[in-house]
């Protein structure tokens, strides 16, 4: 039975390197900087919940196992909202950004500044 837990437990440890290694290459092949970043939120989350799976196979699922679980939990919610503040700032600051994407890009350029407006305003107050 140790050998079924040790195969699975390498099984994903292997996995998660494996998701890591299809990432750093999709962040170099692609050219926009939004495009990278998508691919580097959504296969850094996928490669560390493999490897932390296999590490918590492999220590039986113990208080450890339950610890490593917690720090994936914090990286799955504090990843997409850091990648979103990036992608916003890119947004916000990427003045040829409009010859790069295909929908309305200025009216969402021009919505997305009053709320900052907005939210000054009340800060403000």
Same mark, same amino acid.
């Given at each position: 039975?140790?050998?079924?837990?040790?195969?699975f437990s390498a099984l994903f440890i292997i996995l998660g390197v494996i998701v890591f290694a299809i990432g750093t290459i999709g962040v170099y092949k692609f050219k926009f900087v939004l495009n990278r970043m998508h691919v580097a939120s959504l296969l850094d989350t996928m490669g560390l919940f493999f490897i932390v799976l296999g590490c918590a196979i492999g220590r039986h699922f113990d208080a450890v196992? =339950?610890?490593? !679980?917690l720090v994936f939990g914090?990286?799955?919610?504090?990843?997409?909202?850091?990648?979103?503040? =990036?992608?916003? !700032?890119?947004?916000?600051?990427?003045e040829r950004l409009s010859e790069k994407v295909e929908n309305d890009y200025e009216e969402s350029k021009k919505l997305a500044f009053k709320e900052i407006e907005d939210s000054d305003k009340q800060e403000d107050e």
């Open positions: 039975m140790e050998w079924v837990k040790f195969g196992s =339950i610890k490593m !679980l914090i990286l799955w919610l504090t990843s997409p909202i850091s990648s979103h503040f =990036i992608a916003k !700032l890119e947004c916000l600051t990427d």
